[in-house]
């Protein structure tokens, strides 16, 4: 065992200590809990972050603090009868009993529950009063009614100690709260940080989430590409936009915030490396740039691409798992400059809607009391069905054999894809670099070698080889719907395709489907 391993088993221990000694969590309806009551001590004596305040909104800090929430905390009273909120009553809710099946580390695959009483899963039970009768440390009665926007405390003990297992920030306040997914989430970061009266712009990646492009542009915000390369954002192009800022031309005052998808970059697959990563940070400290790093595919960092038909199969124990994953950007952030969205859709269940971010204590207070107007917190009983999961069921140690499995099975996915596309794709006009995280592959298209170009411009030929793909059955993305700065000349033509949605048996159907389209247009023989 490594170093690095041997540091991260440590760590777990230090977290199953910590349970340990602090016993029994008694948190009731609409508990008040903070960060701090579940982080290891050893950490608490790490410098504080920097302050932000010269990057907030005037929106953002104009907000008070809910009076409602705040009167909460008046309820960890003993013997207090409330009066003061809005409560309803347990009694009236209409769920008793939830019973559930779910699969017991390390026995994850579906097949095997398809059989009666399949091995390896549990039936598992969550009762209206199992706290009052001493069965659980969250019950529905809890669940059901109205919390606070930080999440329960029960989840909240489990996503600090996940973070400070996994990222360990190097600051010591540093806060964690639960989101309503990360769409949601960066919404409201984007809200915290931009105004549209101050003529904010934002930098990003040159393609990029799509709904992110949406959330910025309704609220006047301008969004600016930044070149890239089969690594993602290109950190001396991005120095070079900074320094270079004329804030009349580009009718925007200079960036301080940076929107980044640093693992299995959506749409492009690109993975940022560790020395990429700590070069962007040091370009965004010599310009005073705030980060929001948006990274749902984190868990999801495969072994390099073989060659078709050997998935390469690696076998890894916790400690391993997480000593090779790249580290974060609030893993890296000395200075608290780092809001991290995290999200449980992409790895457990994406109609939970649940997530968290991690940020230093004053941007998560900002972020709190906006999420107390917005939202209100994230849904009870999303909390309740991935706390009985995640805590009381598999404990940390399960939920990360649970991702060990979930990247083996898309590293299996994906060779597929790759194999199919060196099957069924003309190598003439088409290129691609094998993703090393995430769900998608980035196809370029050589324009160049349409027979009608230039008289049909990149994006008409582009048009034309989706709906000749849609004829043929494939729905592929677009390029063009991922482009920061759809206004200014196409840098090429790409597609963008998945190999997490389709059935494993139709994924090569699909590719074929698509190469026939491209030989068509393209008129490859």
């Known amino acids: 065992m490594d170093d690095k391993s041997f540091e991260k088993w440590k760590l777990l221990h230090d977290i199953q200590q910590g349970r340990a000694k602090s016993g029994k969590l ?232 940076l929107y980044t998808i640093p693992s299995g970059q959506n749409p492009t697959g690109a993975t940022q490396s560790l020395h990429r990563r700590r070069s962007i940070y040091t370009v965004r400290q010599r310009h005073d740039v705030y980060i929001i790093e948006d990274d749902p ?66 941007i998560v207070e900002r972020y709190l009391r906006h999420a107390e107007v917005a939202n209100q917190g994230p849904s009870g009983v999303s909390q309740i069905l991935l706390w009985k999961l995640l805590d009381d069921i598999w404990g940390h140690e399960g939920y990360i054999q649970w991702l060990i499995n979930l990247k083996t099975e898309y590293t299996r996915r994906r060779d597929m894809l790759l194999a199919a596309c060196e099957r069924s794709l003309p190598r003439s006009v088409v290129s691609w670099s094998p993703p090393a995280t995430g769900m998608f592959l980035w196809l370029q298209i050589d324009h160049h070698k349409h027979p009608q170009y230039p008289v049909k411009s990149v994006d008409m030929i582009e048009g034309e080889v989706f709906e000749q793909a849609i004829q043929k059955g494939v729905l592929c993305a677009r390029g063009s719907w991922f482009r920061a700065e759809p206004d200014t000349p196409a840098s090429g033509m790409f597609f963008r395709v998945t190999f997490a949605s389709a059935s494993e048996g139709t994924i090569g159907v699909a590719i074929e489907r698509l190469g026939e389209a491209l030989r068509e247009s393209f008129r490859v023989e």
Request: charged residues 20%; aromatic residues 10%.
């Open 26 to 257: 008694v948190a009731g309806v609409a508990a008040v809990c903070n960060t701090d009551h579940f982080k290891t001590t050893s950490r608490l004596n790490l410098p504080k972050a920097k302050r932000w305040d010269s990057h907030l909104s005037r929106e953002s800090k104009s907000r008070p603090q809910c009076i409602l929430k705040q009167a909460a905390s008046y309820l960890s009273k003993p013997g207090i009868v409330s009066l003061g909120g809005g409560l309803p009553s347990s009694e009236y809710f209409p769920f008793y009993n939830l019973t559930l099946c779910v699969p017991t580390p390390p026995h994850f695959a579906e097949k095997d529950t398809r059989i009666a009483n399949p091995p390896g899963t549990q039936a598992i039970s969550i009762g209206k009063y199992d706290v009052n009768a001493d069965a659980s440390e969250y019950d529905l009665s809890i669940a059901l009614n109205y919390g606070q926007a930080t999440g329960s405390p029960q989840m909240m003990r489990f996503i600090t100690e996940h973070t400070e297992l996994v990222f360990d920030p190097p600051y010591a306040d540093w806060k964690v709260c639960l989101t309503v997914g990360s769409t949601g989430a960066l919404e409201q970061a984007i809200r915290m940080l931009c105004d549209r009266d101050r003529g904010d712009s934002v930098l990003m990646e040159e393609f990029t989430f799509a709904t992110a492009l949406e959330t910025l542009v309704p609220q006047g915000i301008k969004p600016i590409g930044v070149p890239m390369d089969e690594e993602g954002l290109i950190p001396g192009a991005m120095d070079a936009i900074l320094s270079e800022w004329d804030e009349k031309a580009r009718g925007a005052r200079k960036p301080h915030v």
């Open 297 to 362: 595919y984190y868990f999801l960092q495969m072994p390099p691409y073989r060659e078709a038909g050997d998935n390469g199969k690696f076998h890894e124990d916790v400690g391993s798992f997480l000593a090779r994953l790249i580290p974060s950007y609030v893993s890296l952030d000395v200075d608290g400059r780092v809001l991290r969205l995290d999200s449980f859709s992409k790895v457990l269940v994406p109609g939970s809607r649940l997530g968290w971010i991690t940020a230093s204590a004053q």
